[in-house]
T-cell receptor, first 114, second 116 residues
Framework: DTGVSQDPRHKITKRGQNVTFRCDPI?????LYWYRQTLGQGPEFLTY????????KSRLLSDRFSAERPKGSFSTLEIQRTEQGDSAMYLC????????????FGPGTRLTVT | AQTVTQSQPEMSVQEAETVTLSCTYD???????LFWYKQPPSRQMILVIR??????QNATENRFSVNFQKAAKSFSLKISDSQLGDAAMYFC?????????????FGKGMKLTVNP
């Protein structure tokens, strides 16, 4: 399977704990995006990378959130001191530079903060 | 800031019939892209169709077509010959082609049910 993959698919954590999610984009894609989707809403943009450079961050990305893409391949999204309001589906997408701007989405990581 | 509005939270259609999903958006930009994405239950989001704002011709992809009205800022999706596999959440999305931002701005989505 050469699609976007995300790990884990589900994560349950207690409030105050740190969590980290991983996204592996389609191999030749140099752009990688993170979105958050809460119940009954459309995805909301968090941040995106071109290769290893983080080019844009949403105001939704508070100081407790950090994303990295150290070698321009996979990316991690870390949430520190989780809060119940962080419960959501975290979606990753990737795209090929200059090619139709289509973003290919992964299956998401569902986070539940108890 | 750009916004996307999907005013119908749910719709249903009979198998083999046609259904139209509505979307409006607000922007001051002239160069942008519009998308319809489909999110089946417990499955990942996939692109259904894309429209470039500079193109006057409406995009079509097999049974899917759009009605793009730039002046009215309207972007509806028509699904012809509906199939059971079309049942999903449908999201309308906007992407600027000015200023370097590549983020997608999504509407709240619409749940489509296809009745056999």
């Amino acid at each position: 399977d050469t699609g976007v993959s995300q790990d884990p698919r589900h994560k349950i954590t207690k409030r105050g704990q740190n969590v980290t999610f991983r996204c592996d984009p389609i191999s030749e894609h140099n752009r990688l995006y993170w979105y958050r989707q809460t119940l009954g809403q459309g995805p909301e943009f968090l941040t995106y990378f071109q290769n290893e450079a983080q080019l844009e961050k949403s105001r939704l990305l508070s100081d407790r959130f950090s994303a990295e893409r150290p070698k321009g391949s996979f990316s991690t999204l870390e949430i520190q001191r989780t809060e119940q309001g962080d419960s959501a589906m975290y979606l990753c997408a990737s795209s090929l530079n200059g090619h139709s701007y289509e973003q290919y989405f992964g299956p998401g990581t569902r986070l539940t903060v108890t | 800031a750009q916004t996307v509005t999907q005013s119908q939270p749910e719709m249903s259609v009979q198998e083999a019939e046609t259904v139209t999903l509505s979307c409006t958006y607000d922007t001051s930009e002239s160069d942008y892209y519009l998308f319809w994405y489909k999110q089946p239950p417990s499955r990942q989001m996939i692109l259904v169709i894309r429209q470039e704002a500079y193109k006057q011709q409406n995009a079509t992809e097999n049974r899917f077509s759009v009605n793009f009205q730039k002046a009215a800022k309207s972007f509806s999706l028509k699904i012809s010959d509906s199939q059971l596999g079309d049942a999903a959440m449908y999201f309308c999305a906007y992407r600027s082609n000015q200023g370097g931002s590549e983020k997608l701005v999504f509407g709240k989505g619409m749940k489509l049910t296809v009745n056999p």
